[in-house]
């Protein structure tokens, strides 16, 4: 089971996503956050395997966040999502660290499971 904490200024979005990881049996969130200063935050008391997180949010964008858990948290891989598909995104993303960049249309279980076993298979 991959502790994870999900990231992502739209509450409905996030309650979606928590329920199908968890349903997966292969999840369990143990935490979220409408931004990056609350993951920070978060990320000060726990150590989660994967941190979820979106590209567009308030204060620090998801590219910003994952490079400082890739730089504070080196044991927890991030996979970045958008409701934008492009690929420049793909690029920044692991530029910064991140395990795999997913479009949130593509997001599904085994979309995050293939990305984490890539990273496990490095």
């Known amino acids: ?13 996030r309650d979606w996503l928590r329920l199908l990881l968890e349903r997966s049996g292969h999840f369990v969130v143990c935490g979220e956050a409408g931004n990056g200063a609350e993951c920070i935050a978060f990320l000060n008391h726990e150590t989660p395997d994967v941190v979820v997180l979106d590209v567009y949010m308030p204060g620090c964008d998801g590219l910003e966040l994952a490079q400082y858990i890739r730089t504070r948290c080196p044991r927890t891989m991030t996979i970045v999502m ?3 598909s492009e690929r420049v995104y793909s690029r920044l993303a692991r530029q910064e660290g991140a395990a795999a960049f997913i479009p949130k249309a593509d997001l599904s279980v085994d979309a995050l499971l293939e990305a984490l ?6």
Not at 1 to 13: G, I, N, Q, S
Not at 117 to 122: D, F, P
């Open 82 to 84: 958008s409701s934008h």
């Open 117 to 122: 076993q890539g990273v496990s298979a490095q």
């Open 1 to 13: 089971m991959y502790r994870t904490v999900l990231v992502d200024d739209d509450p409905a979005f």
